[in-house]
């Protein structure tokens, strides 16, 4: 059998350095629990377009098409805000999610207990939270015809269109589903089907889609009192499922239930392969952070989440990714970190490399 394959791209800024840390997870991971990978690297973004004179080169493009996964690290920087827009680095990250097709976007918001001060809500609400928001992202008003800003009789009008076929909300409701299964098995869908014929035909397309999943309880709530109950009582949700524009709201708030971006994991899954395993792009939600680039001061945890969930959704390997979270909640626990996370209870400081070392550390103790 082979190897499962994985290309990996650190990209700017940050990204080689909390990239490095995963590497060391990723090897941790071949020697202690013979799950070995076949493991590539690439340039993306700023330093591709040095090199290339573009920010995705078209055999990267053709690699992460090939592989089993792909894993980021973030593209950016001042030195490249003045490049034309079509080869800025976000452009790298655009092609690859387009040309990949990765139309469910999966952002969690997990709150690690000793991290459950940083939330802005009160710590019960937040201690223990595991949730996960499900955004469609390649379709609805951010794409919908006609759209732009037209003349009407005297005044201008802004236009743009909430559009949805059958067959979008039916593969993003099944990713959806799909991960339901792989955790709680609920499922709670969000649109807003009292103002919205998009809503109605979403609503009707996800209990058709249930039919396959009888073993997942669905539920449908209105996006806004979703919004209102991720922040009274978030721990009553699951997996969410929602369209791109609701999702985009929905997955910061609920993201930022748990305080740091740093900590921030995200997938992005598209149609299966052949061998069955979704098309896949996992990444930190962070940037590439040029203010504490070069200085160690990156928080590497957001793109370890990011491989716990590639071993989680790519891998079928859900009882390593926990035991990878588990790592992450000892070390935590034990009051390390990393600047970021420095509030004002103290803890023990520790650079990025400091912060992968004690997870490896944490995950040699739990065999
Ligand atoms: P950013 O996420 O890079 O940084 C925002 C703030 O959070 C900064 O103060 C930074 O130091 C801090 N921060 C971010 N990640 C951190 C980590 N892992 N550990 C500790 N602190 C962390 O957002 P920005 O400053 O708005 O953008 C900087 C560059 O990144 C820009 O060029 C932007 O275009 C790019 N960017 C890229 C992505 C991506 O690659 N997916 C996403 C957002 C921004």
New binding site residues.
């Given amino acids: 059998m082979t190897n499962p394959s994985l290309l990996i791209l650190p ?1 700017d ?2 990204g080689p350095e ?1 990239m490095a840390e995963v590497r060391k997870i990723i090897d941790w991971y071949g020697a202690k629990r013979g799950l070995v990978f076949d493991v590539s690297e690439d340039l993306v ?1 700023g330093c591709a377009y040095d090199k290339h004179g573009t920010p995705l080169h078209d055999d990267t493009m053709a690699k992460a098409q090939e592989v089993d996964a792909v894993l980021l690290g ?5 030195q ?1 805000d003045n490049l034309d827009f079509s080869v800025k ?2 452009r790298g ?1 655009l092609r690859l999610r387009k040309e990949m097709d990765l139309f469910s976007n999966l952002r969690p918001a997990q709150c690690f207990d000793a991290l459950a001060d940083f939330s802005s809500l009160k710590k019960d609400v937040v201690a223990g939270l595991d949730i996960m928001i499900v955004r469609e992202l390649t379709s609805g008003v951010y794409f919908g015809e006609p759209r732009g800003i037209f003349k009407e009789g005297n005044e201008r009008v802004g236009i743009n269109t909430q559009r949805y076929t059958e067959s979008e909300i039916a593969r993003v409701a099944r990713s959806a589903f799909d991960l339901a299964m792989k955790r709680g098995k609920k499922l709670c869908s969000m649109e807003k089907a009292n103002v919205m014929e998009s809503g109605i035909l979403w609503r009707e397309v996800v209990t058709e889609v249930s039919k396959e999943y009888p073993e997942v309880e669905l539920s449908h709530m209105y996006a806004d009192a979703g919004a209102m109950q991720l922040t009274r009582w978030p721990k009553q949700f699951d997996v969410i499922v929602t369209d791109n524009l609701f999702g985009d709201l929905l997955s910061d708030l609920a993201a930022m239930l748990t305080g740091s ?2 900590m921030l994991p995200s997938a992005s899954l598209g149609a299966p392969m052949a061998n069955g395993r979704p098309k896949a792009l996992y ?2 939600v ?7 680039a070069g200085q160690g ?4 945890i ?1 793109c370890i989440l990011s491989f716990a969930m590639a071993l989680r959704y790519s891998f079928d390997q859900g009882d390593e990714a926990a035991r990878l979270e588990a790592a992450i909640e000892k070390v935590l626990a034990d009051g390390l970190r ?3 996370l420095m509030g004002p209870e103290g803890g023990t400081p520790v650079s990025t490399s400091g912060m992968g070392d004690a997870i490896i550390a944490a995950l040699d103790a739990s065999l």
């Fill in positions: 990209g800024g940050i909390v973004g973030a593209v950016g920087g001042p490249y680095p976000e990250l971006l740093g990444e930190p962070h940037g590439s952070a040029p203010d504490i001061k990156a928080n590497p957001a990393t600047a970021d």
